[in-house]
């Protein structure tokens, strides 16, 4: 909480430097929020040199805990090799358990890879499900 109100200024003289420490030492702390914050705040340079590794690290800490959005983001870092190896397998993972957690657009991106069998088996009954999963958490696009 202290690292959003210093990247947002509330209440606070905003500070992006800081609140990524914050939110790193939350993560230290077993916390999804602190881990996914700190995973955008390296990945966009916020207050910090900006690091593609790093930002991937966090987002695979964040999606470990529990992190839907830290999933896609894990799953995003892997599909493009953005700070981590290409890995199209681990980036289906990574999507599919988004999805699971709730998170729209990794359900659009798991039914968009079996569809195509990128990094899994071509499945499009399993394809159709993730669209429609994506499609009832409010990812218009692909309904």
Request: charged residues 20%; proline residues 1%.
């Amino acid at each position: 909480n202290a690292g959003n109100q210093y990247a947002n200024g509330r209440g606070v003289e905003k500070n992006q430097t800081l609140a990524t420490k914050l939110y790193v030492k939350a993560c230290d702390g077993d916390n999804a929020g602190g881990c996914y914050n700190a995973g955008i705040h390296y990945g966009n340079g916020e207050g910090v040199e900006k690091n593609q590794t790093l930002a991937a690290n966090f987002y695979v800490k964040a999606c470990n805990f529990g992190d839907a959005a830290g999933c896609f983001n894990a799953g995003v870092s892997h599909f493009s090799g953005q700070g981590v190896a290409k890995d199209q397998f681990r980036a289906a993972e990574f999507f599919v358990k988004g999805c699971r957690g709730g998170d729209a657009k990794s359900c659009a991106n798991s039914g968009v890879i079996y569809k195509k069998g990128i990094g899994v088996a071509k499945d499009p009954r399993r394809s159709k499900e993730f669209f429609a999963k994506a499609c009832s958490l409010g990812e218009k696009k692909v309904c």
